[in-house]
Structure formats: structure tokens, C-alpha cells
């Protein structure tokens, strides 16, 4: 009798993500989760708090039930086994991504499958031109667009606050490569054993899991990359939870939204050309990326999703801010000030989001030095 092939999954990043990916993924299927800490004592501080179990609240079920997995193999960079990496999930924090790999490297060759579950544009960037600079050793890359929201309680427990889905495709590492064919698809569900795995039935009903060509998830990415470099910044920024602004955030929405699409129709021009070129092609998906990501369209989206359906949610960089953690502005509004100067546009031309980054930047050294000199308005 052969034994039950099991899919080995390393998860770089046990976080709010990496947990509820985790998590459904015991669930779900028979892979051999692994999580990898950043050191020795953060590994051996999960077991000993978690007794070598991964927990998360389901709140938005009945009853609220809290589910919770044995983990059967924990690493870090010590321990790790130093052997070829399969499959790999990158669930860190953007701006944590380049050192959390650094230790693993050795060990991702051009048959690891990598895929990063991150908000924001720019890592792929970081990984072409900064971490996989050889061609001939750069990992099957894969992006994860994920709706679902998690936040951590004052007693330290995950909840999975909001199910959304998340959407996955393979990522170019040039940009020639950037439209793919529906074949695409196809030859990966097929063939690649991390999205055999992220697609197997049960798992990817329950998760809520779309696999895509990558035009087709670019075009999801930068219609959430909109909603988060509205709400994120502006709500860290005046502090509020997401509904209270939505009566009055129409024109500062407006004026981020406007600028970004300026920059991201130069930036991602096949996207936008997408229609008129590939329209009528069995051989690709029909889309029109330019009857959604339009301003107009997306002040309205962006306020219906931050303030209405997210209207009791804190947002992730609100959270960040006001914990004094680094927040991921550079991987949102400060991709776009970034993208305009890689264009060699006119410094004006993103004089918004750079207005907006270091609004964002401001108040999280203000919310670190009231922490450190005390809050002034109190005296
Ligand atoms: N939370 C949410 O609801 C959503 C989050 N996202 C996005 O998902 C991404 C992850 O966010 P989220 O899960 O909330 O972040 P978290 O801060 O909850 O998780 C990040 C995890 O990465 C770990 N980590 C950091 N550096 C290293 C390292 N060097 N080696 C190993 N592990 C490391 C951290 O561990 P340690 O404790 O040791 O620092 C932490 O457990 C972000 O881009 C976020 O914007 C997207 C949609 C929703
Ligand atoms: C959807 C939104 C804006 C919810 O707050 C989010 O993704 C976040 O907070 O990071």
C-alpha cells in the first residue's frame, strides 16, 4: 500500500495571515505545515505559549468557535533542515519580507514555489532587482490578493474577523511576461503542487480561493491597492475607525485615487491597453480593467468597502500606528510617490501620496514620542 503523499508547506510569517491560511489548511487538507520563526526563542516561545498548537476564532461563524491545530514541525533559521524548500508562504509584513528570507535562500532553487499573501505593490520588485537577482535560480513566484480580515485581541487571540477570499496567480518575473494565456492556468493546477494544494476542493471552497492568470489578479490587486491607500494612511493618520469618515472622505478619496491611476495606467500600460488588444482572443480571458478602475467608480467602491462593509474595522496600519509598530507606507502610497520618479514623471505628479505618506509617517512618530515624552495635551 503507498503511503499518502503529503505536500509540504513552509509558512514564513505566522501571523494574523499565515495563521488563518494555517489553519484551514490542517483543516482541510493532509499537507505538513510548517512555520518558520524569525529565531530559537521565538520558536520555542510558540511552543511553550501555544503548547505547539496554531489557533485562531472564527467570529464571524456561529458561535464564534475557536479552532486549533497541532503543528507537527516548527523552524528557524537554527534549526532549519537544510534542505531544498518546495513550497513556501511569505505572510510577513511587506517591509519584514527581504529579512525573513535572507536566512532561506539558500534553500529556494528554481523549483521552490513561492508565493506572497502581502496588501501592497513592490515586492516583486524587491525580488527581482534586490533578492533573486540570478534569472537562472529565481523560484516559481506566486501572488496571493487576500480579503479576509484577522485582527489580534487584547488577549492575544486571532480572530477571523471577516471572510473575503482570496485570489492567486503566478507572478512574471519581466514584465513581457505580464499577460498571460488561459493555458497558463491550466498547465499550473495541473502541474504545480502548491496550487494542486491551494486549490484542492474542500480547501479552496472553504477559503474562498480564485486562481487566475495574472492579468486578472493584477487588475483585484490594484482595485484593493486603491482601497488600502486610501483607508489605511487616513485612518492611521486621524485615528478613527473606518466608518467614521465615510459622510466626509469623498475628496481627500478622490484626490489619492486620481493621482494613483494616473501613475498605474503609465505604470502597468498592458492592463489598461488590455481590451483593445486581447480582446476577442479565446486564448486569453476577456476583461476591462477600464470600466472598474475608474475614479469615480472607485471613490464609490473604496468608500462602500473601507467605511461601509469594514465601517467597525480599525484598520491594519491604524493598528500598526497606535502598537508603535512600522507601518507598510512605503509598499502603498509610497509605491506610487516611488513609481512616478521610476517613470521619470514630474515630482508634482505625486505630490499626494507623498503628502499622504508622511502624514502617516508623522503620526506614528507622534503616537512613538507621546509614548516616550507623554501625551502634551493632557498637561
Ligand atoms: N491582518 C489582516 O486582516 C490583513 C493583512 N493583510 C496583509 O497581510 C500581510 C501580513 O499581515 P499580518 O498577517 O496582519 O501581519 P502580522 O504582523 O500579524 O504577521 C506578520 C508575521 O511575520 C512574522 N515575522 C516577521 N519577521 C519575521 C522573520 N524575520 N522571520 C519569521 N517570521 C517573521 C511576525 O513574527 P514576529 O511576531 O516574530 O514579529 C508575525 O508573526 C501584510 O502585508 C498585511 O497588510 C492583508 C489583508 C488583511
Ligand atoms: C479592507 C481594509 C481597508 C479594512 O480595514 C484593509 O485591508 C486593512 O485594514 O488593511
Known amino acids: 500500500m503507498t503511503a499518502t503523499h503529503r505536500t509540504t508547506i513552509h509558512i514564513l510569517g505566522l501571523g494574523a495571515m499565515g495563521t488563518v491560511l494555517a489553519v484551514d489548511l490542517l483543516r482541510f487538507t493532509n499537507a505538513l505545515v510548517v512555520p518558520l520563526f524569525r529565531s530559537q526563542e521565538r520558536l520555542a516561545q510558540f511552543q511553550e505559549a ?37 513550497n513556501l508562504v511569505v505572510t510577513t509584513k511587506t517591509y519584514q519580507t527581504k529579512e525573513a528570507l535572507a536566512p532561506y535562500l539558500p534553500y529556494i532553487n ?36 487576500i480579503s479576509h480580515g484577522v485582527y489580534q485581541d487584547n488577549a492575544g487571540v486571532l480572530n477571523h474577523a471577516g471572510w473575503a477570499g482570496m485570489k492567486i496567480a503566478r507572478l512574471p518575473w519581466t514584465d513581457e511576461d505580464m499577460i498571460q494565456k488561459k493555458i497558463i492556468v491550466k498547465q499550473d493546477l495541473a ?15 472553504e477559503f474562498g480561493m480564485e486562481h487566475s492568470t495574472y492579468q486578472e489578479m493584477l487588475s483585484g490587486q ?37 493621482e494613483c ?39 464609490s467602491e473604496v468608500t462602500r468597502i473601507g467605511c461601509d462593509i469594514n465601517a467597525k474595522n480599525s484598520s491594519s496600519m491604524r493598528q500598526d500606528s497606535l502598537f508603535l509598530r512600522d507601518i507598510e507606507i512605503e509598499f502603498i502610497n509610497g509605491y506610487v510617490v516611488r513609481l512616478a520618479s521610476k517613470l521619470n ?35
Open 345 to 379: 514623471l514630474d515630482p508634482n505628479s505625486s505630490k499626494v501620496n507623498k503628502t499622504i505618506q508622511e502624514m502617516a509617517s508623522l503620526r506614528l512618530a507622534l503616537n512613538r514620542s507621546r509614548k516616550i515624552n507623554g501625551d502634551w495635551r493632557s498637561e
Open 222 to 258: 490594484l482595485f484593493k491597492f486603491l482601497v488600502n491607500a486610501c483607508i489605511n494612511p487616513v485612518t492611521a493618520t486621524l485615528d478613527c475607525i473606518n466608518g467614521e469618515i465615510k459622510d466626509s472622505c469623498g475628496p481627500i478619496f478622490r484626490s489619492i485615487i486620481d
Open 110 to 145: 528554481e523549483n521552490t514555489n513561492l508565493i506572497l499573501i502581502q496588501n501592497g505593490l513592490g515586492i516583486l520588485e524587491l525580488l527581482r532587482e534586490e533578492i533573486f537577482i540570478d534569472s537562472k535560480n529565481r523560484p516559481n513566484l506566486f501572488q496571493g490578493v
Open 50 to 86: 501555544n503548547g505547539n498548537k496554531t489557533s485562531i476564532r472564527k467570529i464571524y461563524l456561529e458561535g464564534a468557535p475557536l479552532l486549533s491545530y497541532p503543528i507537527e514541525r516548527s523552524e528557524c533559521p537554527e534549526s532549519f533542515s537544510k534542505k531544498p524548500i518546495d
Open 191 to 205: 502541474n504545480n503542487s502548491l496550487v494542486k494544494l491551494l486549490m484542492e476542493p474542500k480547501f479552496a471552497k
Open 261 to 299: 491611476l494616473q501613475i498605474l495606467r503609465l505604470a502597468y500600460k498592458p492592463l489598461f491597453e488590455y481590451r483593445e488588444k486581447f480582446g476577442g482572443n479565446d486564448e486569453y480571458p476577456d476583461m476591462n480593467v477600464n470600466e472598474v478602475l475608474t475614479t469615480d467608480n472607485m471613490v
